[in-house]
DNA sequence: AACAATATATCGCAAAACTATATAGTCATC
DNA sequence: GATGACTATATAGTTTTGCGATATATTGTT
């Protein structure tokens, strides 16, 4: 447990880093692509987002606007409370996620190429692994109202 | 290898932003941690520290600076090659990770509680993977002359 | 109707990183 | 041993990305 305290985010942001450099972002955020990734797997409030993504609610907001003036999400409101803002990707949005996940992969190739076959499936493995802790971390509430 | 590439850097990317968020990191970003960190394994020159960290050259010397000013890190010359500045860590230096270190286990055991044994033991291997997975990122200069 | 609560939006600001460029020191060559 | 190319670090200015505080609009409650 200390091992992974102690060590976990220290690579896990070092990875981010290095990889980020590794890619010509080009148009889109990595946030922005988080956002729609999500979004790909079904629509979303504001304040939903914000938190599973780990931001603020204004900054959700404006990230919003961002994609929708791209064309890449709709937002909607709800017919039962106006005060909602219901976000919802487009075919573009799936095709802009799409087209970043290929250019990644094709940047990332070559680092990938030289892992051995068993190194491959360690750090599937551990693709897998990040993404459970990832959700008991959005299920736990932590420091804020237990919704 | 789609695999990895289509999701680890996302998932990543989100780990770290939502345990950041957890910790209340008070004095010291997780930049400097790390910077730390690496200097805790040893010296190193300015320029050396910033592609470790996959950072530009002006920012680690700002960040260098900073760490200087707190008696985390000492600079010094080089006696034969007055351009280069060693960077070392000092005791208050390792006090500070090892500080940062116990206050993020604190504060992430709740999380870590609720894993099974199972779940933690895979995240101590996913934490190997990325390690070595920077590793070769560190190795490989792609873009960059190859020193 | 008035008031509290909720969802989103706006505003101003701060941190952290970048690029471009300046400065200072070294090395090679003449 | 002076000159110019090269290297290591520093400085300046800007951009990006996020936040907190607060405003606005809508809903629910008494």
Do not use: C
């Amino acid at each position: 447990m200390e091992y992974v305290a102690g060590n976990l985010l220290a690579r896990a942001a070092l990875l981010v880093r290095l990889l980020v450099k590794q890619v010509p972002t080009g148009e889109i955020s990595r946030t922005e692509v988080e956002v729609l990734a999500e979004l790909a797997q079904g629509t979303r409030r504001i304040t939903e987002l914000a938190e599973l993504e780990g931001l603020a609610q204004p900054t959700m907001t404006v990230l919003v606007r961002r994609l929708e003036a791209r064309g890449w999400i709709v937002r909607e409101g709800l017919p039962d409370d106006g005060r909602v803002v219901i976000v919802a990707i487009t075919h573009e949005g799936r095709a802009a996620v799409e087209g970043f996940r290929a250019q990644f992969l094709a940047a990332l190739t070559s680092d990938l190429e030289v892992l051995s076959d068993s190194d491959l499936a360690e750090l599937s493995r551990a693709t897998d692994a990040l993404g459970s802790f990832v959700d008991v971390l959005q299920a736990v509430p932590s420091a804020r109202g237990s919704r």
